[in-house]
């Protein structure tokens, strides 16, 4: 194949990619419906106490989400991140870019991701391309939109599941070792929807990485994507991997110093409150804040962005958290079949109820 005929292949998977996440390919369960956060009837301080801000790579979010990579590369995607970045702008959040790959070999559509940058020039952006990439790939895709980080994406599955995709994978480790040494901006290692468990996720910081987003079950599935793409509607792929509060709780566990981005199919804020008090730092969302975007416009998105920093405060009153950090201190039970999923998998569930 062409280097030609590679981008336009790239480029039809793109729109693919939009055109079958609008028609409602791809939901699962992320069970955070296991999970239950423990009211607090009598507070002991006021509203307008709570303080959702964080310190993050060096800026300051306004609240402890990030719009997280979706697209790029097609003109669709040009208007999509012009709207994302200005979102993420006005309300203080970070924003990740879709994969660059595209754009690293052919400059007639870095516009599509260099936007992002110009309309939000003071917030945290993250590039993104995948975890085979080398150090050169990874630096220029950070060049290319000025990003605070980089996430390095997991996507096995997906490559599998596409006739055009990637079958070899052994590299992968000693490229990750490369890029988190080689970069003098902070990496994050993402999984696209089927979850880090506690063991990828060791063996994520021998090489030297020391944030993850776990990128669970339960959002946006390119597995069933891919597979509608063959014109296969159904497959053993499409519930494989681990749901996004289970692969949160993994890593949660693991005793290692890690940053952990949830990110899965979070559609609520109610869910982000539970993520948060498992342990993750920040909470991802693609797919619902995507749809709002493309329903609602900039606007609509900026007023679900801040419904949601309003929930979320809310639920921190009511767990009696003054911050993200005293949330992550709150208990949580775990039920269910994740209760059922944590004791197979050695971890005490009552160890986040126990605080």
């Known amino acids: 194949m062409t ?38 009837a009598l507070p002991e301080f006021d509203l307008k106490d709570i303080d959702l801000s964080i310190r993050w790579l060096g800026k300051t979010l306004a609240a402890p989400f990030i719009i997280n990579a979706m697209t790029g590369g097609t003109p669709a995607s040009l208007d999509i991140n012009r709207s994302l970045a200005r979102a993420a702008a006005r309300t203080g959040v970070a924003m990740a870019v879709g994969s660059q790959h595209i754009a690293l070999e052919a400059p007639e559509v870095r516009e599509t991701f260099a936007i992002v940058r110009r309309e939000n020039p003071g917030g945290v ?14 630096a220029r895709a950070v060049e290319m939109i000025a990003a605070d980080g980089l996430q390095l994406h997991l996507n096995v599955v997906q490559e599998l599941l596409m006739p055009e995709g ?48 776990v990128g669970g079950g339960g959002g946006t599935n390119f597995a069933a994507i891919e597979s509608r793409r063959a014109g296969r509607d159904n497959n053993a792929y499409c519930k494989w991997g681990l749901p996004t509060a289970l692969s949160l709780m993994e890593v949660a566990t693991s005793g290692l110093p890690l940053e952990i981005v949830a990110t899965g199919g979070i559609e609520s804020p109610l869910e982000a409150a539970k993520a948060l008090a498992l342990g993750a730092s920040l909470v991802g969302v693609a797919g619902h804040f995507l749809k709002v975007c493309l329903d609602e416009g900039e606007e609509g998105l900026v007023a679900e962005i801040e419904r949601w920093k309003k929930d979320l405060r809310n639920f921190c009153l009511m767990c009696g958290a003054r911050n993200i950090k005293e949330l992550k201190k709150k208990p949580v039970i775990i039920t269910g079949r994740a209760h059922e999923w944590l004791l197979n998998r050695g971890i005490d569930p009552t160890s986040f109820a126990r605080r």
């Open 3 to 40: 280097s030609s005929e590679h981008n336009s292949e790239r480029f039809r998977r793109k729109l693919d990619h939009l055109r079958l996440y609008q028609e409602g390919w791809g939901a699962q369960s992320n069970a955070f419906h296991d999970v239950y956060l423990v009211h607090q």
């Open 125 to 138: 952006i993250l590039a993104n391309v995948s975890a085979g990439a080398s150090v050169d790939e990874a």
């Open 166 to 213: 990637d079958r070899t994978f052994h590299h992968y480790r000693d490229r990750i070792r490369d890029v988190a040494a080689g970069l003098p901006v902070p990496v994050i290692v993402k999984e696209v929807g089927n979850g880090l468990s506690r063991e990828v996720a060791l063996v994520l910081y021998g090489c030297g990485v020391r944030r993850l987003d």
